[in-house]
């Protein structure tokens, strides 16, 4: 069973960077794809970034690309998220979820992810 608990959100100014941490307490984080997505009021949460199971393969939201960055530590039971050249539209509460779902399509769709973390709040201003 996957237990997540996200961390390293907080008030950042635009173009700084935030490292998001989310660790699984359970004893099969290697079983599990795990995902990044975010969610601000009244909108649906939204795909960020996947991670395959051993970190050898990614898939990025376009709005993110080229300033994100997923990676995982198995041994850590922990999946990252390094955020560069944070934009006021970056702001949002994020959640690592967890998957049995890899691919370009089928892992961005939250419907699809068994466990989420309670979230951590990034704020971006300008």
């Known amino acids: 069973q996957v237990q997540l608990v996200e961390s390293g959100g907080g008030l950042v100014q635009a173009g700084g960077s935030l490292r998001l941490s989310c660790v699984d307490s359970?004893?099969?984080?290697?079983?599990?794809?795990m995902g990044w997505f975010r969610q601000t009021s009244g909108k649906e949460r939204e795909f960020v970034a996947v991670?395959?199971?051993?970190?050898?393969?990614?898939f990025y939201a376009d709005s993110v690309k080229d300033r994100f960055t997923i990676s995982r530590d198995n041994a850590k039971n922990t999946v990252y998220l390094q955020m560069n050249s944070l934009k006021p539209e970056d702001t949002a509460i994020y959640y690592c979820?967890?998957?049995?779902?890899?691919?370009?399509?089928?892992?961005?769709?939250?419907?699809?992810?068994?466990?989420w973390g309670q979230g951590t709040q990034v704020t971006v201003s300008s």
């Open positions: 979820g967890a998957t049995n779902i890899f691919g370009s399509m089928g892992s961005r769709d939250p419907l699809r992810y068994k466990s």
């Open positions: 991670i395959a199971w051993k970190g050898d393969a990614t």
């Open positions: 359970g004893q099969t984080f290697s079983d599990y794809v």
